[in-house]
């Protein structure tokens, strides 16, 4: 068995900024994409994932977790954190928790049930937090 390839990080810093993808860099090196992405995380070159869990602070069912309303809070919290959607994508997100909050309701989440619309209780809505959220966020830009 012959010795495993290395990456080297100045090489793989300058061709990340020069804008090679995963897959040039993979062939580049002689290693898988994977290989690629663990050494980008190594070398603090993985760009951060977003957290989204201050807008989905539920552990969803993994029938729930693409619905309507986890995608809509997910785009709207990856809006607040500077990351916005694609321009259609946040535009359904904006609506969809504008009426909600017209029409004085919230979200909960029920892991048999999935995601339902209930009044907003008297102390805030959850949907309209994390909307204000996306909205300075946006403003701000």
């Known amino acids: 068995m012959g010795r495993r390839p290395t990456i080297d990080r100045q090489e793989l810093a300058r061709l990340v900024a020069e804008g090679l993808s995963v897959q040039e860099l993979a062939a580049h090196f002689g290693v898988s994409e994977s290989g690629v992405l663990q050494a980008k995380r190594a070398a603090g070159l993985a760009k951060p994932m977003l957290d989204h869990s201050g807008a989905v602070p539920w552990k969803l069912s993994r029938a729930h977790a693409q619905s309507g309303p986890a995608t809509n809070l997910r785009n709207l919290s990856a809006a607040a954190q500077g990351k916005p959607p694609a321009p259609e994508r946040l535009n359904t997100a904006l609506r969809w928790a504008q009426r909600l909050v017209d029409a004085g309701l919230d979200v909960r989440y029920d892991p048999a049930e999935g995601f339902s619309e209930v009044p907003a209780a008297p102390e ?8 204000a959220a ?5 403003d701000a830009r």
């Open 124 to 131: 805030g809505s959850h949907v309209a937090a994390v909307l």
């Open 134 to 138: 996306a909205q300075e966020a946006l």
